[in-house]
């Protein structure tokens, strides 16, 4: 099974998609998460497994995916029991990052943090962005490993934007997963870290995370 996840995202849209026509309100048993689904021979999601590590499986599927893959999303739910019932949904940015080819300029137009945190495959991530009709490019550019003089090794990972010269007429927001797993093979669980940067409105901050 592979894993769908483009290397640059078109934000076209920061709502979430509704599941059904009969949305229902805001609830205490309503929960928001990101989520790695599965989908089916049908292009339906069937389970979908949480960043906790459980697997669950999906009562009312999404359609019109892709056979046989892995999406990431966000989504906003209902438990029940060993399921999950779907009120919304939208994609995350969680392609794998990519090189800059020599003579690329990497855009980082900025953003603002609204919150990051780390768990055990993802490095997950809400931003807020100004933007008002055009298409924002979002993805992950690797920056290459680097190896300290105590001998443990720093991933840099920094955060591709390009807001496409967009008006600042509304804030809107983008999830985003960086997956861990793309670094399996060069660093090491516990030791070595991984270092996510970003251009804020602010100042280009960096966010260390222990791998």
């Keep these: 099974m592979k894993l769908h996840a483009t290397v640059l995202f078109l934000l076209m849209t920061t709502l979430l998609c ?3 026509d009969n949305r229902d309100s805001w609830a205490d048993n309503y929960q928001m998460a990101f ?3 599965m989908t ?3 292009g339906q999601t069937y389970k979908a497994v949480n960043d906790e590590g ?8 999404i359609g019109g995916l892709t056979n046989d893959t892995t999406y990431r999303f966000i989504v906003v739910f209902v438990r029940e029991g060993n399921s999950i019932r779907l009120s919304s949904y939208s994609h995350t940015i969680s392609g794998k990052p990519f090189k ?23 490095i997950n991530a809400t931003f807020l962005i100004q933007k008002k009709t055009e298409q924002h490019v979002m993805g ?3 920056k290459g490993v680097t190896t300290n003089n105590q001998g443990t090794r720093i991933a840099r990972v920094q955060l591709y ?4 010269n967009d008006a600042e007429a509304f804030t809107a927001t983008a999830y985003a997963s960086l997956p861990l797993w793309a670094y399996r093979d060069r660093l090491e669980r516990g030791r070595d870290s991984v270092y996510f940067i970003v251009n ?10 222990l791998y």
Aim: glycine letters at 4%; hydrophobic letters at 35%; charged letters at 20%.
């Design 18 to 20: 509704a599941c059904n």
């Design 35 to 37: 989520m790695d689904m």
């Design 40 to 42: 089916n021979g049908s």
């Design 54 to 61: 459980e697997t669950l499986s999906v009562i009312n599927p």
């Design 100 to 122: 800059m080819e020599e003579g690329e300029t990497a855009i980082t137009d900025p953003v603002t943090v609204q919150s990051i945190w780390k768990t055990s495959n993802y």
């Design 140 to 142: 992950f550019i690797d």
């Design 161 to 164: 934007h390009d807001n496409s």
């Design 200 to 209: 804020t409105t602010d100042s280009l901050a960096i966010y260390p995370f």
